[in-house]
């Protein structure tokens, strides 16, 4: 056990390195160039010397290694210097735009839960029954939907139509339903899926028929003993939807007027910011990372000897 | 007088119709013990399958299977309990595989008693331990608080028993439960089961062993492709076998007997 969680906690440390050093070289690399962008803002007809002005103030007249260092420097004491995006503090941006994105993320993540998890059990309650049918139809057509055009009919159909909520986000948790809902059908209707179909080998298995000869019901055997071992792939999934979700939600983000951690990167790239793209890189790999790591010690205290075997 | 009468049973698969089980029909009453020997593959563990209601609906299963007058072909789900682990027990084939690997024994046992029994907790609990015990396990606190993957083969095998013996079952059904064991456990086993009967249960014992069945004696009926070849009294069937592929299971029987004979 020592040996695996030093083995995972070095890997967590190698794959920070490798997300840091490839996003920042490969903004800093193939990006606009930044000093530029920032120089035509102020005057668009911006002179060569003028742009070599602004290159050299900001320190863009470094080679890409010392930026590079200059920036790992930074992330250690908790200052990474200017977004060239937003020419405030990345760090300040981050406290900003970050729980924005939790409070999306852990709310599509509390959808996706309250709705797999129930209408799974149906579906493998009574297989190839009505249910089953539609909920197999129904999550194939979830899944295919694009995210943004749910989340602009959820506007015209909960904020416009019939205005349960407001098209710019209210304040409060009331502000994240539709943003959260949109982002998480797709997810569920994937989940539905893995977790029926999990539940289903689960219920196939030798230990389920015993506990039908023994006088069990089939409900009770889908509760009391396939659920917690069907479990260890969802959780898995679970785990891997997590940091994808931080990253991904841009396009929710933008729908429903939120500045989340995914608009902010966006905008990033766009502007060629390389320090803010690679601190959220950063971020959004370290929460990758240990997501999984969290997903594997679940699966562990969930199912031990499954997990083992 | 308790009994299970199997009448015609025919178990066919859905997807090609091929015949797995053609016309079955046997009767074991209470304090009898009926085996069904055969090859692998031959139908017994299907037709075990088919009295305790657990073949899925890509099989097809014509005839009928009775007990104590009850029909349970086609038995409503709300009446299982009242029959499957409660009257009639089954200890399945894999001892390794037919329990939770996630829950503890004691806690899968507890729950078999729960289901069927009004006891409250500490005479369940004194239940599975007499149970456990009957079934010839000694430490019956660590296997109660064991999870399956913690104990070996023949400790499951047992357990699988207890279970059965736990509830006081009318009617085994021991599917091949002697197949992952050696001799002395085998016997051992064998042995549990004759008390089982003796002590009034109607048993249907599964096996491939011949030597298995000699020792539990009772009647005997030979299964081949799905078809009962012979059928009569254990000590009658291995002493003048009539068919010929019965002949060839006393031949395989005696074979091993030697080896074993030799090897000790």
């Known amino acids: 056990m020592k040996r695996y969680i030093s083995h995972r906690i070095l890997m967590f440390f190698l794959v920070l390195a490798g997300v840091s050093v490839l996003s920042f070289a490969l903004i800093g690399l193939f990006g606009r160039d930044p000093a530029e962008i920032i120089a035509r803002r102020t005057n668009i007809n911006a002179s060569y010397e003028q742009i070599e002005a602004v290159r050299q103030s900001m320190g863009l007249d470094k080679p890409l290694p010392a930026r590079y260092a200059a920036w790992i420097a930074g992330l250690f004491r908790g200052d990474v210097g200017i977004s060239i995006y937003t020419f405030k503090p990345v760090m300040e941006d981050l ?31 009574r297989p190839d029954g009505a249910a089953d049918h539609f909920v197999r139809v129904a999550s194939v057509v979830g899944m295919s939907f694009p995210t ?17 909520f407001t098209v710019l986000p209210a304040p409060g948790i009331k502000g994240y339903i539709l943003p959260s809902f949109a982002l ?78 995914g608009t902010y990167l966006v905008g990033c790239v766009a502007s060629a910011d390389s320090t803010s793209v690679a601190t959220c890189a950063v971020i959004v790999a370290a929460i990758f990372v240990l997501a999984n790591l969290a997903g594997d010690f679940v699966n562990r205290l969930l199912c031990p000897w499954t997990v083992r075997s | 007088m308790k009994e299970l009468n199997v009448k015609e049973l025919s178990i066919r698969l859905k997807d090609d119709c091929s015949l797995l089980v053609d016309r079955l029909s046997f009767r074991v009453g209470s304090g009898e013990s009926l085996i069904l020997l055969g090859q692998s593959g031959c139908g017994k563990s299907v037709s075990c399958r088919a009295v305790m209601g657990l073949l899925s609906r890509r099989f097809r299963v014509d005839g009928s299977i009775c007990f104590d007058g009850t029909e349970l072909r086609g038995l409503p789900e709300r009446w299982r309990a009242d029959y499957y682990g409660k009257r009639i027990a089954l200890v399945p084939q894999n001892p390794m595989t037919a329990l939770n690997p996630s829950v503890k024994i004691g806690k899968q046992m507890d729950e078999t008693l729960r289901l069927h029994t009004r006891l409250g907790k500490a005479q369940r609990r004194e239940r599975i331990e007499k149970a456990l015990t009957d079934a010839g396990l000694a430490d019956t606190e660590r296997v109660c608080a064991s999870r399956p993957g913690m104990l070996s083969g023949g400790m499951l095998q047992r357990v699988l028993i207890a279970i059965a013996l736990s509830t006081d079952a009318e ?19 064998v042995d549990v089961f004759a008390r089982l009967r003796d002590g009034g249960a109607a048993l249907l014992f599964v096996t491939h062993d011949f030597a298995a069945a000699l020792r539990l004696g009772g009647d005997v009926m030979v299964m081949r492709e799905g078809r009962i070849v012979e059928r009569g009294s254990t000590r009658e069937v291995y002493a003048s076998p009539r068919h010929e592929y019965t002949r060839a299971l006393v031949r395989a029987s005696s074979l091993s007997k030697g080896a074993s004979h030799a090897d000790s």
Request: charged share 15%.
């Open chain 1, 95 to 125: 406290a900003q735009c970050f729980p924005v994105s939790a409070a999306l993320v852990g709310l599509s993540l509390a959808w996706v839960i309250i709705i797999s998890v129930p209408v799974s059990l149906i579906c493998a309650r």
């Open chain 1, 148 to 164: 943004f055009w749910l989340g602009f009919l959820l506007l015209i159909s909960f904020a416009v139509k019939r205005p349960i």
């Open chain 1, 184 to 261: 998480s059908v797709p997810i569920f209707s994937g989940f539905i899926r893995v977790f029926r179909a999990s539940l289903l080998k689960e219920m196939g298995s030798e230990y389920a028929d015993f506990a039908r000869a023994r006088g069990l019901g089939r409900g009770r055997i889908l509760t009391h003993h396939a659920l917690r071992n069907a479990l260890p792939p969802v959780v898995t999934m679970l785990c891997q939807y997590l940091g994808y979700l931080f990253a991904g939600g841009a396009v929710v983000e933008n729908v429903f007027s939120l500045n989340g951690l």
């Open chain 2, 171 to 189: 009617l085994v059904i021991a599917d091949e439960p002697t197949t992952a064991l050696d001799v002395v456990h085998r016997n051992e086993i």
